[in-house]
């Protein structure tokens, strides 16, 4: 499978369509099981305010892997994603509640790389509860 967009149909500045991703105690647990990543912090709220956190929070890489989504939906690929990085700024707390939390994710190109190679950059801005969560979220993109 390749990346549906045409990277000639793609300008810098191009709005990637914003999604939200819904947070519970119950993905977290999922999650720590699929990774293999059991800390606490995870899933034990006493544990967790113990060490001085607000509450549970959720894990650096669920919280990634759940923003580039944004990319690889709009891109059309997965495999289109050749290089993806962020510095974690805030951690994602996530209260036992019916709610839970929102991650809100928007990205747009921010530029075009390699005409070439018709890869472009994409910068992503990860939000929960009003606060940026990951900075300097970047992804290198192939494209069509």
Not at 2 to 21: N, R
Not at 43 to 66: Q, R, Y
Not at 97 to 104: M, P, V, Y
Request: with cysteine; proline share 5%; charged share 25%.
């Amino acid at each position: 499978m390749a990346a549906t967009i045409a990277y000639a149909d793609v300008e810098v500045g191009t709005e990637l369509p914003a999604q939200t991703f819904p947070v519970a105690r119950e993905t977290l647990v999922r999650y720590a099981g699929a990774s293999g990543d059991f800390n606490p912090i995870h899933w034990n709220e006493k544990f967790a305010k113990e060490v001085g956190l607000p509450d549970v929070i959720a894990h650096g890489m669920f919280t990634m892997a759940e923003a580039i989504r944004v990319v690889t939906d709009w891109a059309g690929d997965p495999a289109a994603v050749v290089d993806y990085g962020v510095r974690f700024t805030k951690p994602v707390v996530v209260p036992n509640d019916d709610k839970g939390a929102l991650l809100e994710v928007s990205a747009k190109v921010a530029a075009k790389l390699d005409d070439e190679a018709r890869t472009v950059r994409v910068d992503l801005v990860v939000r929960c509860a009003d606060q940026k969560v990951l900075g300097m979220s970047r992804a290198v993109v192939k494209l069509a």
